[in-house]
């Protein structure tokens, strides 16, 4: 009998939502009968992410094609003035790729300098209020802040902020952000992220949300149609469960 691979077949479980959701029946497998660029297979940054992470023993929850979408805003903003963020760093995976991409990057004539600010609490979930919140409080503690430095490196314009959002952005009400990775699944923590980051994003800056599609955290999703309805930015869902937002010229 012929393996399925060597027929053209390509077989996988699919995880369905586990509770009732909104639109829990727009919650569908992506299958097409042909193969797609799939370009983050041996992207250089990406690999080196991968093998730093795991040099260290650690792991990441960001795949390789949501890799690929940092690494993308990453380029698409590098020109532009300002910070660079990510609320929810786990381990320290995608903050790794967003160090390597800043230092990769600096002294290129279409580059300026970024400071990287890394916001969580290095001990897992805060207690949940939403409904549509499937994590429970301690779910991602196996992490530490000592860990993560040690992972993603103690550079002096690398802004390590521990605690609670949105207490953890305290005193950077001036900052201007032009790219700012948010994954930190919750409704209450994700809408507290755009209220505090989307007026201080820059124009053309990009907020790039890792679950807004993700089934256990219809949460996230509700929180940022909530947040950018009857705005000028569209958040444009990805197939893989990521959702972008461009901060548009004199949106308000």
Known sequence: MQELGELGILATKVRWPEMAIPDQEMYQPYVRGWATFAPWRRDPSIAAMVQRVQDRGVQTLVDA???WTLLC???????????????????GGSATLLKLLIQASAGLPDCGPARLRLFDSFQGMPATACALDEHARGDFA???LEA????????AWI??????????????????IRLA????????SVLDCC?????????????VFDDYGVPSCAGAR?????????????PFPLINGQCVVTRLAGSV
């Open 65 to 67: 094609d949501r890799a």
């Open 73 to 91: 805003a990453f380029r698409q903003t590098r020109s532009l003035a300002g910070e660079v963020w990510e609320a929810g760093v786990y381990q």
């Open 142 to 144: 196996d992490t530490s």
């Open 148 to 155: 993560v430095r040690q992972t993603v490196g103690g550079e």
């Open 159 to 176: 802004d390590f902020r521990k605690g609670w959002i949105p207490e953890t952005f305290a005193g950077l009400q001036s900052a201007a």
């Open 181 to 188: 990775h948010v994954d930190v699944d919750l409704h209450k």
């Open 195 to 207: 209220d505090f980051i989307y007026p201080r994003l820059v124009q053309g800056g990009m907020m």
């Open 222 to 234: 509700a929180a940022v149609d909530f947040f950018f309805r009857g705005r000028a930015e569209a």
